[in-house]
Every structure is written in C-alpha cells, then in structure tokens.
C-alpha cells in the first residue's frame, strides 16, 4: 500500500483527496499496487470532515513515518511551502505541487534537492490546472526546440475579458462578479495586474530552455486599463483581447512578457472563452500544438496532482529528472521586439496620428475618437512615437 500526505486541506488539497477516494480503484489498478492518504497537514480544525481522523498539525509526524512515499503540497505561497516541501524532499519522500509561486521561485532548487535523494519533485499543476503541458514539455516534446509559447494562462481574467467582450460591461463589474462567483480573490492584485500569468510563463520558459528565468525579470501588464470601449474597437477591427504570456525563444536569445493584446479570428486562442486556458506551442520540427482544457479549479487541479503523485508512485526510489538548470538565463530587451500596435486618441489627434504613424490603419465609433494599428515596429520605435501624441486613450499591443 502507498501512503500519502496532503499538504494543505483547501480547495485544491480537499480536491486531491476527493480524486483519490473517488477514484481509488482505477488509480491502484494503475499504479499496480493500493494508495491511500494517510495524513493531512492543515492549522485548521475540520469538525465532521470525513477525513478529520487524519488531520494533523505537525510536519514531523509526516516526516518520521517510513510509510509515507509522497506528498501533494497544495499550501500556495512559499513560507510554509518551502520548507516543508525541502525537508521531505530531503527524506527521500517524493513531492508533487500545484504550487506556481514555489515552483517559480525555487524551482531549480528542489529538483536538485530531489535528485540527491533519490525522489522526485514534480509540478504539472503549477501550470494550466487540469492542462498537462509541464509532462509533455518534459517527455513527448523533448527532441524539439521550443520557439514560441503563447498562453492564456489565468482563468480570471480571461472569465472577466469574456464576460467584457461578449456583454460590455466594465471592469469594475465584471470584477465584483467574478468576486462574487469566487474566480477572482478579494484582493485580485495577483490575477488583474497578471502576476499569476507571470509566474506561469516563467516556469514554461524555464523548461523550454533548461536555464532559470526569474518571473521577477518579466515585463508584466495586467488587463485593469482595458474598457468596454476597446472591445467595440475590437469588434469591429474582427478581433479579440485577451490577457497573454508569452515567451520567445529566437537564435538563443529569449523574450518574455505578459500584456493584454489583440489577436484575430485566425490566432488559435482566438475563441478560448470564459475560465478556460489556452496554451500554444510552436516546436522546430513538430511545428504547432496547442493545450487547452480547464486551467483553474478545484478538482481539474487536484486530478493534475494525482496525476503526478501516480508517476511518483510508478518511479519510487528513483528521481523523474526535469531539465532546469540554477543557471539564469538572460532576458533579450523587449524593446527590440517588433510587433503592431493598436492606439485609441482623441478625435482631435487623428491627423496628427496618421502623420507620425504613416501607413497606419484607421477606425472611428464616434466623433469623439479616433483609432488605429501601427504598421509593424519595434517597442523602442513605438514609443518614442506615442509620447509625441497626446490625448492617448488606450494603447494594446497586436500579436500575430
């Protein structure tokens, strides 16, 4: 029988015991032998949980059990995260997470940590929720070179650009909905101001070329600046807004960032909608993929989880390596990056705008503003042009 600890008893934690319970036999079946959870971490009190017989508050117990094989660390954050997770590592217990905020920043670390040990520290959860995209970089897409990812990668704020999109409400309301139906936090900074999406792209372009990105190092625009207005521009222009991360990978040199941009009808992640995610990959000789499925959630997350506490319990005794490297891996200047631009200005800047802006495309609503997409240039070029024009309303960049 292969014992197990949860790591925190929240959404995903409980959702990880669910999966397990519910699905116990077809999991044994397929790890070849029983699982079982034998403990949860958690400082709350759970009065008549069902599982409440196997709540405990301190780590020792976990660690100084010889039973216990894995553990499905659900805690977020790092405080508590890290060194609970290094110190069962340490102990040859194997860790799966969905913890993006650890793997982002310690990443390299605790895999190391875990090839000493014999064990293995594994993380597709941390990406994507229910989307495997962490395995398949690591296994079916090992003989590429990875050029491009493109991704949709939080939930929140693509529910809250739908939702701003298809019925024209502003941000402020779609916010309190989102609040409401429990996508977005009280305290929204990390999804709105596209902190999560960051950490995220980070981990992906970290493995894609074996080298530490520090998610700190990416530029980072969240999707607060977006209104109602921009997406009847959209509209008409026959495109979509959407929240995306993206990372690059040209002739060595890498480039990141996170910024709402416009794509059109023909871009795959053109109709990823509502709380789903959305993960474009483009590889030197398989050519396209795309991932796409439920990227948030309690029990798509939680299945991640068990999927890779299943490889764990398939690999004991031994490390499933991942190629990551503690070396940094230098960041290219985004500014150097050429791409169009979609610029919204009173109407009173129009000529003005099309003179700095020669061979741009123009739109008008109204006659209050004017609207445009810059020819391609770099970011350097661009904005050295927009600071000579005033009255600027909006500016998302355009990706192809």
Request: aromatic share 8%; proline share 3%; glycine share 8%.
């Amino acid at each position: 029988m292969i014992k197990v600890a949860v790591f925190g008893y929240g959404t995903v934690g409980s959702g990880v015991v669910q999966v397990i319970d519910d699905n116990n036999k077809l999991i044994s079946d397929r790890i070849g032998d029983g699982i079982e959870v034998k403990y949860i971490l958690d400082i709350k009190d759970f009065p008549g949980d069902k599982n409440e017989k196997k709540l405990v508050k301190d780590i020792d117990i976990i660690l100084n059990d010889p039973e216990i094989n894995i553990v499905c660390e659900t805690m977020g954050g790092t405080r508590f995260a890290y060194p609970y997770t290094k110190s069962a590592l340490e102990k040859g217990i194997s860790v799966c997470t969905s913890n993006k905020e650890l793997v982002a920043a310690y990443g390299p670390e605790l895999l190391e940590t875990a090839k000493k040990n014999n064990c293995s520290y594994l993380f597709e959860a941390s990406v994507g929720g229910g989307i495997p995209i962490i395995r398949p970089m690591n296994t079916s897409l090992a003989p590429e070179n990875i050029e491009k990812i493109t991704g949709i990668l939080n939930g929140t704020t693509n529910y809250m650009l739908t939702k701003m999109s298809k019925e024209g409400s502003s941000y402020e309301d779609v916010l309190k909905e989102a609040q409401a139906l429990g996508y977005a936090e009280l305290n929204p900074e990390a999804d709105v101001e596209g902190f999560d999406a960051c950490r995220k792209i980070a981990i992906l372009a970290s493995l894609m070329t074996g080298k530490t990105v520090n998610f700190e190092e990416i530029y980072t625009e969240g999707i607060t600046k977006i209104t109602s207005k921009d997406f009847e521009y959209a509209k008409k222009m026959g495109k979509a807004i959407k929240l995306l991360a993206i990372a690059e990978n040209k002739d060595g040199e890498l480039t990141a960032m996170v910024a709402p941009c416009m794509i059109g009808d023909e871009h795959p992640l053109y109709n990823v909608n509502g709380v789903f995610n959305g993960i474009f990959v483009t590889g030197n000789m398989v050519d396209d993929l795309m991932f796409y499925g439920s990227g948030a959630g309690k029990l798509p997350t939680a299945s991640a989880v068990v999927s890779d506490a299943i490889e764990c319990a398939r690999n004991l005794g031994r490390t499933l390596d991942c190629v990551w490297k503690d070396e940094k891996m230098t960041l290219s200047d985004r500014k150097d990056k050429e791409r169009e631009f979609f610029v919204r200005v009173d109407a009173a800047q129009k000529d003005n705008a099309l003179s700095l802006f020669e061979g741009s495309d123009g739109v008008s609503l109204d006659d209050n503003e004017f609207a445009f997409i810059t020819p391609k240039m770099s970011e350097r070029a661009f904005d050295d042009k927009i600071v000579r024009l005033d009255k600027v309303k909006s500016v998302i960049r355009v990706e192809a």
